[in-house]
C-alpha cells in the first residue's frame, strides 16, 4: 500500500481555505489557522496553507499576525518564504520583523530578489546591518545595491530596477532574440530592449512587439525608437511618476549624469510611488507626518503632537480675538452660541479651496500662468456660497432668538468669512510653496487661523456696531 508523504497528508485532511473573503480581506478562519499551525510549530501544515500565496497576501498576513508570530512564520516556510512580501508590509511591521531574523539569512533572501525590491528591503535598515548583508552578498550584486542605495532618498534610482536587456546597435534582431532565448540572467519580466553605445551611453529602445514583427536579419538601430522619457536616476520619484502618468509609459531607462543606462523603471514600481504619495499628501493635510497604522502608541503621539502644538497656538490666537470682544458677548449671550457656526463654515470653506489648490501645486496644474483665474473662481464660489449660507443661517438666527437684526450680523459675517475662505485656501498654499515649505504640511493650519480670526473679528464686530454694543 502507497504511503502518502507529510504535506499530502495534510492536504488529503484539511483542504486549503479561502484566503480573502467575499468583501476582499483576509478570512478569519484562514487566519485562525496561519496562528494554529505557528502555535503548534506545524511547518507541513503551514506551508499547505501559505506557500503559494502571493506576496501581497503574505504581506497582509504577516501584518494580521501579532507580533511575536511573524518570525516564526518566516521561519517555518523556510525556503519557501519570499521576501518580496516584505515589500507589501507597512515599515514599522518590516522593520521589526527583519530585527528579529538573522542578516545571513536575509542577506541569502535578497540575493535571489529583483534589486528593486531587495534596495526596497535594505533602505530601512540600521547602516550596521545593512553593511554586514551587502558584505556577504557576491561583489556584483553588492556594488549593484550599493549604488541604488547611495542615490537620494524617494528619487528614481532608489526605485530603479537594476536588471535589464541592453545590446549593441549592431545587433540584429536575429541575434537580440537569439540572445534571450539562451541568457539564463534575464528580468523576469521586461517591455523594452535597449540599445546602447560601447561606453553604455542610451541611445534607444525597441519594444517587444517590435522586435517580434520584424525580420531577423533587420538590425536593431533601423527599428529602435529614441528614449524621450529617459530618467536621471537622481529625479525625484514624484515627478517621474508624474512623467509615466502624462505619456503612458510602461517602462522608462533610468541614466546617470554621462546619459549611461544604469536601470529602469516599470509602471508596476510607479504605481506604488503613485499610492505612497497620495498617502503621505493625505497625512501631511491631516498634520500626522509619515504616521502607519502598524506604528506603536508612542510613535504615534509623537508623530501627532508637534502639529497640535502649533494648532494649540493658533486656537490661542482666535481666543484672543474673541477676548477683545469679551464684553460684547457679555451684553447678547446669543452671540456666544451662533460664533462656532461662523467659523466652522468657514474653516470647511476653506478646507475645500485648500485641498484643490495643495492638489494642483503637486500636480503642477496650478501656478503663475492661471493664478489669477482661479484665484477668481475661487473669490466668487466663495461669495456665492456665502450668500446662500447667509440666507439658511440668517433665517435660522431670526426664528432661533427671534431676533432679525441677529440674523443680518451672522449673515453678513458668513459672506466675509466664505470669502476670505477662498481667498486664504489658495493664497496660503500657494505662498507656502514659492517659500520652499510643503504646502500638504503646513497649509491646514494656517488656513483655519484665518478662517477661525477673520470669522471671530467679523461676526462680533459686526454685532458691536449692528446693536451698539461695548467693545
Known sequence: MAHLDPIQDVEAEAPLLEVRDDEGRLNRDFIAAVEEAIEGADADRLLHLAADLHEADT????????????????????????????????????????????NEEIASALGELDSDDAVYILEDMDAEDQAEILGVLPYADRAQLQRALDYPEDSAGRRMQGEFIAVAQFWTVGQTIDYMREAHDLPDSFYEIYVVDPSFKLLGAVALDKILRTRRDQKVSSIMDETRHAVLATEDQEEVARRFERYNLVSSAVVDETD??????????????????????????????????????????????????????????ASAVIGLFDQTIEAMVALAVLMPIVASMGGNAGTQTMTV????????????????????????????????????????????FQNIGLGVVIS????????????????????????????????????????????????????AIWFGLPF
Open 357 to 400: 489648490a495643495v492638489r494642483g501645486i503637486a500636480t503642477q496644474e496650478l501656478g503663475t500662468r492661471n493664478l489669477l483665474r482661479v484665484l477668481r473662481r475661487e473669490v466668487m464660489v466663495g461669495f456665492l456660497n456665502g450668500m446662500a449660507l447667509a440666507v439658511l443661517i440668517g433665517v435660522t438666527a431670526w426664528v432661533w
Open 59 to 102: 504581506g497582509d498576513l504577516i501584518e494580521a499576525l501579532g507580533e511575536e508570530d511573524r518570525a516564526s512564520f518566516v521561519r517555518l516556510l523556510g525556503d519557501e518564504f519570499d521576501y518580496t512580501a516584505l515589500t507589501e508590509t507597512d515599515e514599522a511591521v518590516r522593520v521589526k520583523l527583519l530585527e528579529a531574523l538573522p
Open 412 to 463: 453678513g459675517a458668513i459672506v466675509i468669512n466664505m470669502l476670505f475662505a477662498g481667498l486664504s485656501g489658495l493664497l496660503i498654499p500657494v505662498a507656502l510653496d514659492r517659500l520652499k515649505v510643503d504646502p500638504a504640511i503646513a497649509s491646514s493650519v494656517f488656513v483655519t487661523t484665518v478662517t477661525d480670526v477673520v470669522g471671530f473679528f467679523a461676526f462680533l464686530g459686526i454685532a
Open 260 to 317: 549611461r543606462l544604469v536601470g529602469i523603471l516599470t509602471v508596476d514600481d510607479i504605481v506604488d510611488v503613485i499610492q505612497e504619495e497620495a498617502e503621505e499628501d493625505m497625512r501631511a493635510l491631516a498634520g500626522v507626518g509619515d504616521e502607519e497604522i502598524s506604528d506603536s502608541v508612542l510613535t504615534t503621539a509623537k508623530s501627532r503632537l508637534t502639529w497640535l502644538v502649533v494648532n494649540l497656538g493658533t486656537a490661542v490666537l
